[in-house]
Every structure is written in C-alpha cells, then in structure tokens.
C-alpha cells in the first residue's frame, strides 16, 4: 500500500512538491516506499528532483541540485531578478 502523504512540503523554508511513490527493496530484504520530490535549487533557481524515505519523521531532503550539491554547507538565498519578481 503507497502511504498517504500531502502534495508538498517545506524543509527550512523551500516548497517540496511530492511527484510520486517508487517500491524500495532495503538491503535487508525489507520492502518499503521512496518518495520523489521536485524543489528549486536557491543557487541557481532550476528545478530538480530528489527521492526520501517514506517516513514524515525523517523528511531531510537535499536542497540544492547535483551541480550546485554541497553536503554541510547551509543554504542562502539567490536575490531574486527583476523578472522573477521581487
């Protein structure tokens, strides 16, 4: 059964939009659901996709995309353009 969750989320103040639930065989032969999230990296305003475990307790999902990835680093802000509004 596909846990029930919302459409999306926020982490620290960036929007996670749910896309889908994935089957998960765990190393151990346990069976269990991953989550796949869309969000906007806040280096370089692209979109991405991320995956988590099925549990809300442990919702820690990346922030930045591949290209901009700096585990341990925290998150600041792009200002934004003139044309994404201010």
Known sequence: ???ESEHSRWYKGQRYELLG?????RLDGSDTWLATWMSVCPVCGRGFLTTTSASPSRFQPNRRCREHHQPGHP???RA???EEGR
Do not use: L, Q
Request: glycine share 0%; net charge positive; no cysteine.
């Open 80 to 82: 934004k353009t003139e």
């Open 21 to 25: 639930w994935a089957p998960y065989i």
């Open 75 to 77: 998150v600041r802000w």
């Open 1 to 3: 059964m596909i846990p």
